[in-house]
Structures are given as C-alpha cells and as structure tokens.
C-alpha cells in the first residue's frame, strides 16, 4: 500500500460515560492467522484491522466511543479565539472525582512514512497537557511535551510560540500556523484522512461526485447490484428557504456581508413508471428525501466510500449505528467489501446487527460495550476473553455465543414488563 495514513489505535479518559481509560485498537491480535490475507494489511511496520465492529446494547456508550474521536477531532482543527473561549469539556458525571477532572485524548496513527503519537487533556478553561511524539526508527522521541504553560520539551524552530499560545490553545495548531512539518502532517491526517460519516445527510462534495460519468455509473451499477430499482439521478438546485432564523445563522458564522444562497443541490432518483397492467409508461422523479431511510443511507455510505477511493484511499472511516434503516443482507454485503482484499481503506463502525457476528471477520475485529451498575461504560475485545484465541482459529459461531452472553453486554430486556410500564401509562392517562 503506498500510503500509509491509518488508526492505530484511539484511547481516551473521563470522556461522558468512559470513566476510565480506555483504548479502541485497530493492531491485529498476536498470532492470529484467520483471514490474515483479506481483513489485515501492513503498514510501517504494524499489523492492522480493516475494518472494526463495536457492539452493544442501547445506552451502553457505543456512540460516545465515536463521540470521544470526533471531539478530539475538531479540538485540533479549530482554534479558540479568545483566552476566554470554553473548551467543550464533557466528563464523566456520576462520580464527584472525574467531574471536576480533565478529559483526556490520545491518538496513534500512520502518516506517509511516519508514525505519531498526539494527546491532550483539557478542562473547561486550558490545555493541561499535551505531547507529540514520533517513531524515528525504532525509537519513540518526543517532538514537543506541554504541562499547563510549561513546555518540558520543544524544538528551537518553536520556542517562539511559547509565550503567543493561549492557555486554552493547543501548540499543534500554532505550530501547525507557523509551517511546522510534523504539526502539519497531524493537522492534515485529523482533516482529511480521518472521516466521520454521520445521519443521512449529503454534503455537497458527495452530490458532486454525481457530475462524474464514471462515478455516477459505478454508483447506479452498485445500486442495481443491491436491489434496489433506481435506474438515474440527477442534480437539481433547490430554492433555499430564506428565514429570519436562517440567515440569522448564517451570518453568526461568517462576516456581515455573507450570502445566504438562493439554491443548494440536491439529489433526485428516478424510477421507472408503469400503467395498470405493469407495461413501462415513463420515468418519475423524487427528491432523495423522500426516498426510504435505508436508501438515504446507503447513498451516504457508498458515496462516502466511492470519495475515498477517488481521494487516494488511505481513509479512516467512521460509522455510527451503521445498521440503522439497513436490511441485514445489505448490511453482511457492506461489511464483506470493508474486509475484501481490495478495499485500501478502513471502517470503524458501531452496530446493533448480531447477525454480523457469522460473517467473515477474526475475533481481534470484534468489540462490546457495556455498562456497569456506575453507569461506568467499558470496551472489551473478544480477543481478550479465555478461549477466543484457539476458537478462532474454526469457524465459530459469535452471534450465539454473545446471545448466550458469554462475552457480556447483552441487552436486559424484560417483554412482560415492558408491556405492564405502557399498560401502567394508559391507566394513568
């Protein structure tokens, strides 16, 4: 693989309901050989998963894993411009130490030819600490290493930058400012190689890639291919409702003079129309919007992925209840091109699909997320449970394996009662 721009892993402390450290990590298990040629590829060096499945049950805390990357995320990509500025600090609420202590974030990633190590911890009004760390060779050096507003460590190139960053700014942004290469390549991964794919929405750089003939044709060849009976789309720019409310926003978020525009684009589908006795009449055009929940998605993931091949691949992306509006069959064929020979990207996602357990993934792909009578949320790997190290080198059946609760983090669902708490609500109304 040319570029070499994965996670590595993800570890984060005190963030809403991860009370303790905890880390998401993309390295394959030791010794593990099952599926090594089609869900793994190296880079630098390491080992790596394409593709990660985090299970849990509702309100286990499987979104705030996600939630914890993102947040991170754009705490590097954008600055606070007032010393003043919140950071947007969200710890662990139930127990009165980790309310009033930092949240902490740490993230190890490829880049080009290079390994870095980045973290912070912050509260409400500054940067605690922060450290740059990369691999020259085989040894880990510290590039530059902050407590509070002292710096233990950093390059001559900036010691300048020293007395200029704000106690609640990180150095990597300033760094980054003034051309430093290693804050650069940092900057760069969290922008553009680091993809949180969220809701059903499409963005405008997705509806682009619909004026492309030989994407618009892969993609309506992918959707023919998936059942579903969509035979073109097409842009149309849409009149922009222009509210009081919204233009209000708009400008709260650029200067006096923004526009708001008159139109935006959107996507429509086409379907083939028919009379009464099932002979084709026509075509019919619907906004995407009005086409199911399912559909919706499928146009953001797909498109999501034809953008990272077309973006060099090297892409970590993230999907949050991946199964949502999804029918499994569509769901298995997903996650089955995620771990194919020939996907050079990666996909972490979170999903409520036991039935996945039965494709084609290695034990070491597998996480659960389950919370304790604390409301404490914790991550385990199956990888890590006695036993699943010889299992999975057979085809093992995960999915009843984890309905028998073996590895934990089953829901607790209670029909009866359910049934009596909404009969208990009609008696009261």
């Known amino acids: 693989m040319e570029d070499t721009i994965m996670l590595i892993d993800f570890t984060m402390t005190n963030f809403t309901s991860f009370k303790n450290e905890t880390t998401l990590s993309a390295e394959t298990g030791e010794r593990l ?83 870095y190590t980045y973290e912070f911890s912050f509260n409400k009004e500054e940067i605690i600490y922060e450290k740059l760390t990369y691999l020259d060779g085989t040894t880990n050096r510290i590039y530059f290493e902050r407590n509070y507003q002292q ?35 940092v900057i760069q991964w969290f922008q553009n190689d680091l993809v949180f794919v969220e809701g059903a929405e499409i963005s405008e750089d997705l509806i682009e890639l619909m004026k492309i003939p030989v994407v618009k044709d892969e993609f309506l060849r992918f959707l023919h291919f998936a059942d579903f009976n969509i035979i073109d789309i097409n842009i149309r720019q849409v009149p922009v409702q222009r509210t009081p409310v919204l233009i209000k926003f708009a400008k709260f ?34 906004p995407l919007s009005n086409e199911s929940k399912g559909t919706q998605k499928v146009f953001v993931i797909v498109l999501s992925i034809i953008n990272a091949q077309r973006e060099g691949n090297g892409k970590t992306l993230l999907f949050d209840e991946f199964d949502d509006s999804l029918h499994f069959e569509l769901s298995k064929a997903l996650v089955k091109i995620f771990n194919s020979k020939k996907n050079r990207n990666q996909f972490i996602l979170t999903t409520h699909e036991l039935q996945l357990l039965n494709s084609d993934v ?42 028998q609760g073996r590895f934990g983090a089953v829901p607790s ?12 609500v009609n008696k009261n109304e």
């Not at 793994?40 to 894993?65: D, M, Q, R, V």
């Not at 930058?161 to 804050?183: G, I, P, R």
């Not at 669902?413 to 208990?424: G, I, K």
């Open 362 to 403: 290695r034990v070491d792909q597998v996480y659960l997320v389950e919370k304790n009578f604390q409301g404490v949320s914790e991550l385990k790997s199956i990888f890590d449970f006695k036993g699943s190290r010889d299992t999975a080198r057979r085809d093992v059946n995960f999915m009843h394996r984890y309905i």
């Open 33 to 115: 050989s099952r599926l090594k040629e089609t869900n793994t590829f190296k880079e630098n060096g390491k080992s790596l998963l394409k593709n990660l499945l985090i299970f849990g049950p509702n309100g286990a805390g499987k979104s705030n894993l996600l939630e914890g990357l993102n947040l991170m995320r754009r705490i590097v990509l954008k600055n606070t411009e007032k010393v003043t500025t919140k950071l947007p600090m969200q710890p662990f609420l139930m127990n009165d130490e980790s309310e009033h202590s930092g949240v902490e974030f740490k993230v190890n990633f490829n880049y080009d030819k290079s390994t």
């Open 253 to 286: 978020f650029g200067d006096d003079d923004m526009e708001v525009p008159e139109t935006l684009p959107q996507l429509f589908t086409v379907h083939q129309k028919y009379n009464g006795d099932g002979d084709v009449i026509g075509q019919e055009e619907l």
């Open 413 to 424: 669902v209670n029909t009866d009662e359910m049934l009596s708490a909404l009969e208990e």
């Open 151 to 185: 710096y233990k460590t950093i390059p001559a190139s900036l010691r300048n930058l020293m007395a200029t960053t704000k106690k609640n700014t990180l150095l990597l942004y300033n760094a980054q400012q003034n051309n430093d290469e290693k804050s650069i390549d």
